[in-house]
Each structure stands twice: as C-alpha cells, then as structure tokens.
C-alpha cells in the first residue's frame, strides 16, 4: 500500500472519529455549568439539599412506632451507639481533701474515679439536717471560658482567692451574680460539680484546640460529645451512691452547654428523674445556618454525636427522658437560638409528651432575654423543681 493510501485512510479514521464525538463535545460545551465552589460560610454548598433529606428517621413522630417504651428502648441504644466507645469504668473510691461551713450547707472538695481514666477533683455541697436529701447535678456551660468550669456553678472556696474571683466575675456576667448550686444548697438540695474534660481542674487546651482535642478522640474510638455523655453518666451514679443523698429525686440543671448536657443526661440515665435547661434547644437543621455556633467547629464538637443526625434530631433526643419533669427555658433575643428553630423543637416535643398524656410534665418558656441565666429564670426554676423533688 502506497504512502498517498495510507494518508487517505489516516484522514478517513480521524474525519469519523471527530464525527462520533462532536455530538458529545457539541453537549459538553452547551452544559456547562459546574460547582466552581464547595464551601460557602464553612458549609458545603449542598446543605440545603441535605437537609431537605432528613428525615430523622428514627423519630417517634414519624409514625413508624405504636408502642412507646420500645421506642424509647431503640432511640436510647442508637443514642448509645452515636456516643462511641465508653470509657473504663472503676469504683468511686471517694476522699474528701477540703472542707468548708456556709452556714446552711457544708461544701466539700470531694476527689473521685469518675472513669478508670480519670481521677477528678469535684465539689459537693451538702445541706445540714437529716437526709436523704433532694439533689442536683449542675452541668457548667462552655462560654469559650475553660480555667473554670464546675466553679462557673459552685462558689469556690475562700483559699482560693484568684479562682474565687474569677469565678464570681464569670457569675456576674451570666448568672446575675449567684452560683446556682449554692443557690440551690441553701433550699435543702445536695449539689455536685465536675470539670469536663479541657475545663477547670482538667483544661490544658485552649479554644482553637477544641478540633485536636475531637479529632485525637475519634482516632482513640471515641468521640469528645460521647466522653462528657458518658462521664455525665458517671457524675449521676455517683450522686445517687451517696447515703445522703434520695436517689430517686435527682435533677439535672444546666446553662448553655449545661442545658444541653441537662437533656441529654435525662434521656440517658434513669438515674436523672427530672432536668431544667437554660437556653440550649433548637432543631438540628435549625441550627446549621451560616455564623451560627454549631457551623463553626470548636464548641460544636462538644455537641456533636457521629452518625445521630441519620436518626434523631435534638428534641427526638430530649424526648427520649419523656414523660419525665422536663422544664425548658430558652432566650427569644438570643442569637445563638434562632427563636424559629427553638419553637420547632418546642413543638416537636410537646406533641411527643402530649402522645403520653404528659403533657403537664413539660413546660417550654421564651423569655425575653439573651443568652443568659437570670435570677428570675433561676427562682422560676428553683420553684418548679421544688415541685417534684421536695417531699411535701
């Protein structure tokens, strides 16, 4: 075969091959659109998608569940699932090293095994009279502020000069000047504080290492949100071990982060019978809009369970602790709890308590306040909880 034969043939090959793929190319050229950016305000682009698809699948008001305890039953073990690997449990073995009169009530430095993993230095207050008295478990806030944590509820002790100041500056600005569980001492109730990890007597990490701290969790099997479930967990079983202490009138009470961890804990342990949240509430989806907290990372680790939102949003959660007491009070001028997102999950929840005929078991209230835990949110709380747990 000549050269000139071969070159016809060459240009014969090509001229067809070029004829097979214009109409692709023609195609490719007309559609050209494409996401040219995957993140905007630190979200994917596709989250309004996202959340178009969920459904929560494993919600009671879905439908799906005629009987409620077997319901409650499999949302507390996905619960668990979604909380990560539980740390090693160990015994107590509880020392009292401080000891200080308030008058009223004893306040004591009480150090204890809250996980074999962590020894942890608390602080217990105890009204004087005969037991067994009503308790509290008070649950710190996160504030960005982690010198101190369980001092955020409980006053320090008067050695402690520096923390004591600290602490009470702390108060000032969100708890009009009172420590809730002093507070709380003075009306006959047992009061216990922990540290959770990276806070008070447990910090070392600052606001930014919050990522690190979540991400070396998740390399060791566990998750920074399930570790502060399960050592609220513990914190309940220890309360409730104290001879002084009625284990069945033990509350849960916490501001902010507290709030959340209040919820949460009552849905998780029979050991909570009722809790009181200060503003932390809202629907899961609510809550994921550009600049709000949980779209930011750090803090929002501390409230992010792996793999829930597949199955249960925040008041599904909470509902969970149904038809226990619950009192929820949340800020309409707080910005971190858009006021749309906070009636939603309002909602959602009185639907679930209204299903059991508990209806009166759960009180909601907007207030017209910030981000903040007022005295009048707190003697509105204190009253309520006397209600349940003071015997009459």
């Given at each position: 075969?000549?050269?000139?034969?071969?070159?016809?043939?060459?240009?014969?090959?090509?001229?067809?091959?070029?004829?097979?793929?214009?109409?692709?190319?023609?195609?490719?050229?007309?559609?050209?659109?494409?996401?040219?950016?995957?993140?905007?305000?630190?979200?994917?682009?596709?989250?309004?998608?996202?959340?178009?698809?969920?459904?929560?699948?494993?919600?009671?008001?879905?439908?799906?569940?005629?009987?409620?305890?077997?319901?409650?039953?499999?949302?507390?073990?996905?619960?668990?699932?979604?909380?990560?690997?539980?740390?090693?449990?160990?015994?107590?073995?509880?020392?009292?090293?401080?000891?200080?009169?308030?008058?009223?009530?004893?306040?004591?430095?009480?150090?204890?095994?809250?996980?074999?993993?962590?020894?942890?230095?608390?602080?217990?207050?105890?009204?004087?009279?005969?037991?067994?008295?009503?308790?509290?478990?008070?649950?710190?806030?996160?504030?960005?502020?982690?010198?101190?944590?369980?001092?955020?509820?409980?006053?320090?002790?008067?050695?402690?000069?520096?923390?004591?100041?600290?602490?009470?500056?702390?108060?000032?600005?969100?708890?009009?000047?009172?420590?809730?569980?002093?507070?709380?001492?003075?009306?006959?109730?047992?009061?216990?504080?922990?540290?959770?990890?990276?806070?008070?007597?447990?910090?070392?990490?600052?606001?930014?290492?919050?990522?690190?701290?979540?991400?070396?969790?998740?390399?060791?099997?566990?998750?920074?949100?399930?570790?502060?479930?399960?050592?609220?967990?513990?914190?309940?079983?220890?309360?409730?071990?104290?001879?002084?202490?009625?284990?069945?009138?033990?509350?849960?009470?916490?501001?902010?982060?507290?709030?959340?961890?209040?919820?949460?804990?009552?849905?998780?342990?029979?050991?909570?019978?009722?809790?009181?949240?200060?503003?932390?509430?809202?629907?899961?989806?609510?809550?994921?809009?550009?600049?709000?907290?949980?779209?930011?990372?750090?803090?929002?680790?501390?409230?992010?369970?792996?793999?829930?939102?597949?199955?249960?949003?925040?008041?599904?959660?909470?509902?969970?602790?149904?038809?226990?007491?619950?009192?929820?009070?949340?800020?309409?001028?707080?910005?971190?709890?858009p006021i749309e997102t906070v009636k939603e999950a309002f909602e959602k929840m009185q639907l679930i308590w209204k299903s059991q005929a508990a209806s009166?078991?759960?009180?909601?209230?907007?207030?017209?306040?910030?981000?903040?835990?007022?005295?009048?949110?707190?003697?509105?709380?204190?009253?309520?909880?006397?209600?349940?747990?003071?015997?009459?």
């Amino acid at each position: 075969m000549s050269i000139y034969h071969r070159f016809l043939i060459y240009i014969f090959l090509v001229f067809n091959i070029l004829n097979f793929l214009q109409p692709n190319l023609k195609s490719q050229i007309k559609d050209s659109s494409f996401q040219k950016s995957g993140i905007s305000s630190k979200l994917p682009v596709f989250i309004e998608n996202q959340i178009k698809q969920m459904n929560y699948s494993l919600s009671w008001l879905n439908g799906n569940w005629n009987n409620f305890d077997r319901w409650k039953n499999e949302a507390r073990n996905v619960l668990i699932k979604c909380l990560l690997r539980q740390p090693p449990s160990a015994p107590f073995n509880p020392v009292i090293i401080s000891e200080e009169d308030r008058k009223t009530y004893t306040a004591k430095k009480v150090v204890f095994n809250l996980t074999a993993d962590s020894r942890v230095l608390s602080y217990l207050l105890i009204p004087k009279g005969k037991g067994p008295f009503p308790a509290v478990l008070l649950l710190h806030d996160h504030g960005a502020r982690f010198d101190i944590g369980k001092e955020k509820v409980i006053e320090p002790f008067v050695s402690d000069i520096a923390l004591r100041d600290t602490a009470r500056k702390w108060v000032e600005k969100f708890y009009d000047g009172r420590f809730l569980g002093d507070e709380l001492a003075r009306r006959g109730y047992v009061c216990l504080a922990i540290d959770v990890l990276n806070w008070g007597n447990r910090a070392g990490g600052s606001y930014e290492d919050q990522q690190a701290i979540a991400a070396n969790l998740l390399n060791l099997g566990m998750s920074y949100a399930g570790l502060i479930a399960w050592e609220d967990i513990a914190s309940a079983e220890f309360l409730a071990s104290l001879d002084f202490v009625d284990s069945n009138r033990i509350a849960a009470m916490g501001f902010s982060f507290g709030g959340f961890r209040s919820w949460q804990l009552a849905a998780l342990s029979e050991r909570i019978s009722c809790s009181v949240s200060f503003c932390w509430m809202g629907t899961n989806h609510g809550l994921l809009k550009p600049g709000n907290n949980r779209t930011l990372g750090y803090s929002a680790f501390t409230t992010t369970h792996p793999d829930l939102a597949n199955y249960l949003d925040f008041p599904d959660v909470a509902s969970i602790a149904c038809p226990k007491p619950m009192l929820f009070i949340n800020g309409k001028e707080d910005k971190l709890f858009p006021i749309e997102t906070v009636k939603e999950a309002f909602e959602k929840m009185q639907l679930i308590w209204k299903s059991q005929a508990a209806s009166e078991h759960l009180k909601t209230e907007l207030w017209d306040v910030r981000h903040l835990c007022t005295s009048e949110m707190q003697e509105y709380a204190f009253q309520w909880l006397d209600k349940y747990l003071k015997v009459k």
